[in-house]
Structure formats: structure tokens, C-alpha cells
């Protein structure tokens, strides 16, 4: 069983930064591919950004790119997505997920099998 808790989420002003962290359970992070999504009020789960288990490769919503970065430490079992310029189109709740394959990057959310419990970003503008 994957445990994955979120943190790092809050109140930031348009153009402003956060740090969120995701830290998991498990021995076999190393393994995971990982994933960040967010549910903006009112509107379905969506992809912001993945990570492969090595760290190698990284991919992003079109809608973050440039502006956010994934990444991971695999010595501390935490995934990390600093958001930087922050607009209020991304007041969301965060979540955090794992697909154990480790078989290749995925944007969908059916591909994940763990999922944390989430944490909320709210731009102010």
C-alpha cells in the first residue's frame, strides 16, 4: 500500500510562488512514475505535470509550462511542483499520484493507482 500526503499548498497573490511536496510511503518509490493534477471549484480532476522514476524525463499541461517544475528526490520519497508566477486561473486543489508500472509518463488519471488527499492553492488577484 502507497501512502502520498501533500503539503505546501495556501493563500499566494497573482504572480506570486509555492513549493508543494508530495511525501510517500513505500519502499519502491524509486520505481514510481509520478504525477501532479488539480481540480479547480466547480470543474473536473486535470493533468498539470508528470515525472519518470529516474527523474529523466518530465512532462507538462500546456497551461503550466514554463511556469511550474516537477521534481523529485528519490533518497527522501517526496515529489516536489514549485509554481512560480501564479494566476488566479490556478486556484485548484493539488493532488499528488503514483503509477507502481514505472512503465512510461502519463497525463491520464486512470493511470494512476495512489492518489494523496490534496492540498488547496488559491491565488488572490
Known amino acids: 500500500q502507497v501512502q502520498l500526503v501533500e503539503s505546501g499548498g495556501g493563500l499566494v497573490q497573482d504572480g506570486g510562488s509555492l513549493r508543494l511536496s508530495c511525501a510517500t510511503s513505500?519502499?519502491?518509490?524509486?520505481?514510481?512514475?509520478l504525477g501532479w493534477f488539480r481540480q479547480p471549484p466547480g470543474k473536473e480532476r486535470e493533468f498539470v505535470a508528470a515525472?519518470?522514476?529516474?527523474?529523466?524525463?518530465?512532462t507538462y499541461a500546456d497551461s503550466v509550462k514554463g511556469r511550474f517544475t516537477i521534481s523529485r528526490d528519490n533518497a527522501k520519497n517526496t515529489v516536489y511542483l514549485q509554481m512560480n508566477s501564479l494566476k488566479p486561473e490556478d486556484t485548484a486543489v493539488y493532488y499528488c499520484?503514483?503509477?507502481?508500472?514505472?512503465?512510461?509518463?502519463?497525463?491520464?488519471?486512470?493511470?494512476?493507482?495512489?492518489w494523496g488527499q490534496g492540498t488547496q492553492v488559491t491565488v488572490s488577484s
Open positions: 513505500g519502499r519502491t518509490f524509486s520505481s514510481y512514475d
Open positions: 499520484a503514483a503509477d507502481p508500472s514505472g512503465s512510461a509518463i502519463y497525463t491520464r488519471l486512470y493511470h494512476y493507482d495512489y
Open positions: 515525472i519518470t522514476s529516474s527523474g529523466g524525463l518530465t
